[in-house]
């Protein structure tokens, strides 16, 4: 089975870099298509309790993406949500696309 971890990381990494690629202005197809993608995702992530814990946030807090920061914002929430869970600091929203699409600064 996969390493619950390593398999975190680079699911991590796959779900920011596609808010950081979305549009900034997308269509109804657009929001459609990530709604479908993460709704599948939520069912098919292969760490079935990470998976259950997801779908139920993802019922309390529909997925917002009337825009990439919009959208971009919601999976840094999203991802915060997990991190309380582990008893991870979290991490400043504000930042996100500095992390995740234009590089830190340093
Ligand atoms: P990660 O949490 O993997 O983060 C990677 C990098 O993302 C960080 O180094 C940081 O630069 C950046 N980052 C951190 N927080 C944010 C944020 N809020 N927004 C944007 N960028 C950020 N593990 C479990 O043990 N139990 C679970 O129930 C569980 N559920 C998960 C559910 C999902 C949907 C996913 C994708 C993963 C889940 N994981 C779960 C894995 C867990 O979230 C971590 O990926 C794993 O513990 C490795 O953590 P890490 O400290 O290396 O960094």
Known sequence: PPDVEEL????WTLLHSITAT??????????????QFLGLFGKLYPCWVCAEDFQVFMERNKV?????DEFGMWMCEAHNDVNRKLGKKEFDCAKWEERWRTGWKD
Not at 8 to 11: F, L, N, T, W
Not at 22 to 35: H, I, L
Not at 64 to 68: D, G
Request: glycine share 4%; aromatic share 4%.
């Open 22 to 35: 979305y549009p900034e202005a997308p269509t109804a197809n657009d929001q459609s298509n990530v709604k």
């Open 64 to 68: 917002r993406a009337e825009s990439r």
């Open 8 to 11: 975190g990381r680079s699911s």
